[in-house]
């Protein structure tokens, strides 16, 4: 295969089918949008809507060590978790620079599967590789294994139950239970990136189109609608949620993204980064360089990912996602600015867009948090 040449789900067909824009997204052709990304948007904020993200990068971990190589290899106490549960953690170098933020389901006592971005599966892959040396544990390149189907938003829970006896109410949020929807053996996993309640469906590539059909045909009378990846990135960003490549690379770490309460030091023995990142920890802590923080803009204009943001004429700090919010009805962007701007409220914040300082409102992240 060419380096050029893009990979594809096993919802490709169907994708098409129903009339979707594709994009390269990390080598994979992927679903963009299928008609109005607004709409699609809302869909998941009131009723529910269904992705393919079947790009995600599956890396299984097994054997007697495979807690103990996770725990070593990244910033979380992976240990700690229990048998059907997850945890949302990361890979770090050992400067500290964020390699990938993952999320990790402790499918067993002696088997882990970690899902990374679709970006970074092989530099993930690699770094477990490398660091499993020593650990008597396997670590196996699962993304062919699995298609992944999520369905999000108020409406999902329901959807979900009337195509499987799992007991979804007793599945908590960042827990997985292995069952059977629609008659397809899947892994049921609670969470996902959208800042809704909903569901992610690990199963094999070869089922995804059932999967999707019954799934569609159950949500027909309760507005499920097919979404792409833009309006992922928007519903991510009104949940102030990070994307790697964004709000996280390999320059920052962890307490320079304001998600220091990942790293766990108190676990049992070395992991790498822990030098640098205990360091890093004290910087933030003494003399944060620059925050996170969202903005609000007060006009129409859009602010994207590297726009300077200003004040009194300084560049304090740089757009990292923006995008106009559905939810709000006026563009919204993250930005890392200076600690002396980061209070919300903080006046004379503005976005130099093409010349032109528009005014932002600084506020506290998330832009949107849903109602339990």
């Not at 945890?87 to 050992?94: S, V």
């Not at 400067?95 to 530099?123: C, K, P």
């Not at 996602?321 to 890392?336: F, H, N």
Request: charged share 25%.
């Amino acid at each position: 295969m060419s380096s050029t040449e893009l990979r594809h789900t096993a919802l490709d067909a169907l994708h098409r089918s129903l009339g979707a824009t594709m994009t390269d997204f990390a080598g994979w052709d992927m679903p963009l949008r299928y008609g109005s990304e607004r709409d699609e948007h809302n869909a998941v904020r009131t009723k529910a809507g269904l992705f393919d993200l079947s790009h995600m990068g599956e890396i299984t971990v097994t054997g007697p060590q495979a807690a103990a190589l996770l725990d070593h290899a990244l910033v979380g106490n992976i240990g700690a978790v229990k048998p059907g549960r997850a945890r949302y953690t990361m890979i770090c170098q050992a400067d500290g620079g964020i390699l990938d933020d993952l999320i990790v389901y402790r499918l067993a006592e002696t088997e882990f599967m970690v899902v990374a971005n679709a970006s970074n599966a092989q530099v993930v892959l690699d770094a477990l590789a490398e660091r499993a040396a020593g650990f008597d544990a396997e670590v196996r390149d699962d993304r062919d294994a699995y298609a992944l189907l999520a369905v999000q938003g108020p409406e999902s829970p329901g959807i979900l139950k009337s195509l499987t006896d799992a007991d979804l109410d007793g599945l908590k949020y960042y827990a997985g239970l292995p069952g059977t929807v629609a008659g397809v053996p899947a892994l049921i996993a609670r969470t996902g990136y959208t800042g809704e309640d909903g569901f992610e469906l690990f199963v094999k590539p070869e089922h995804a189109v059932e999967l999707w059909q019954a799934l569609t045909k159950a949500g027909e009378g309760v507005g499920l609608t097919p979404c792409g990846l833009s309006c992922r990135d928007t519903l991510r960003l009104e949940a102030g949620m990070p994307l790697y490549g964004h709000e996280l690379t390999a320059e920052l770490t962890p307490f320079d993204a304001g998600l220091g309460r990942v790293v766990k030091f108190d676990k049992e023995g070395d992991f790498v980064g822990r030098e640098a990142l205990a360091a890093a920890a004290e910087r933030a802590e003494s003399d944060p360089p620059r925050v996170l923080v969202g903005l609000v803009a007060e006009g129409r204009r859009v602010p994207r990912a590297g726009y300077q943001v200003v004040a009194d004429g300084t560049v304090i700090g740089e757009v990292t996602s923006g995008a106009p919010s559905p939810t709000l009805g006026k563009p919204i962007a993250m930005a890392y600015v200076d600690a002396a701007h980061a209070a919300p409220g903080t006046p004379g914040v503005g976005v130099d867009i093409r010349g032109t300082h528009e005014p932002y409102a600084v506020v506290a992240l998330p832009f949107y948090k849903r109602q339990k």
